[in-house]
């Protein structure tokens, strides 16, 4: 099956900033929403922001003003640049593009995940 390839993750001190990247490694179908969800240990996962086709954004109220969603739809890609890191963000971080599989059913796409952490 189709794989997302995510890349970007790592550790830095608090208030640093890290970029993720995600694209699938081939075609999934039409997308009409992407987004990054995260995972602390002993956590459950939460979403972290989203980005519709349309560009429209949504994020989280932990991360907000932080963090920056953006896609590039003809290449099926999605990043997220997180500035001003804190110790809390550390978490894996999952990408995720939801397709359209049948009039009524949605079918969503995950990455691996790749380790996000924050420690001076």
């Known amino acids: 099956q189709v794989q997302l390839v995510e890349s970007g993750g790592g550790l830095v001190q608090p208030g640093g900033s890290l970029r993720l990247s995600c694209a699938p490694s081939?075609?999934?179908?039409?997308?009409?929403?992407m987004g990054w969800y995260r995972q602390a240990p002993g956590k459950q996962r939460e979403l972290v922001a989203t980005?519709?086709?349309?560009?429209?954004?949504n994020y989280a109220d932990s991360v907000k003003g932080r963090f920056t969603i953006s896609r590039d739809n003809a290449k099926n890609t999605v990043h997220l640049q997180m500035n001003s890191l804190k110790p809390e963000d550390t978490a894996v971080y999952y990408c995720?593009?939801?397709?359209?599989?049948?009039?009524?059913?949605?079918?969503?796409?995950w990455g691996q995940g790749t380790q996000v952490t924050v420690s001076s």
């Open positions: 995720k593009m939801t397709t359209k599989v049948t009039r009524t059913w949605d079918y969503d796409y």
């Open positions: 081939g075609s999934i179908g039409s997308i009409y929403a």
């Open positions: 980005i519709t086709s349309g560009g429209n954004e």
